[in-house]
């Protein structure tokens, strides 16, 4: 229960249990949402001391500096989480551009219409240009 000021007395902190919970990273201009990606508690601490998107990389399993290879940095405005401490949005400015390791603004170019998946966004790189040699 939240006291008079707002504060509920939970922890500042993310409920990580040891895990990894689902960021979501949002415009903190447009609200735009971005991407979808996780946090453990590294990337957690990283994101709070550097001012910039840090995740967890499933499939490389290590920290996943966002930008790191293409440049194209997420600057941390805000933090929020949900109720459940088990979420975590990042309202952020996105450098350069693109969100999206493909080449989009957001990770969410696509559309589902009538059982198909339809291309809404426009592409604002070529992967294959900003990659080069690091697939």
Known sequence: MSDASGSSGAPAEP?????L????AQDVETGEILMLA?????SWRETLASGRACYY?????????KGEESG???????IRLDCDRDTILLKVRQIGGAA????YRSCFF???DEGRLEIVEKRIFDPDQVYVGKK
């Open 15 to 19: 409920a990580f249990a040891g895990g």
């Open 21 to 24: 919970l689902p960021a979501v």
């Open 38 to 42: 996780w946090m453990n508690e590294e």
């Open 57 to 65: 990389s499933r499939s490389r399993q290590r920290l996943w500096r």
């Open 72 to 78: 194209h940095v997420q600057e941390v405005a805000e």
């Open 100 to 103: 999206c390791h493909l080449g």
């Open 110 to 112: 696509r559309q589902a």
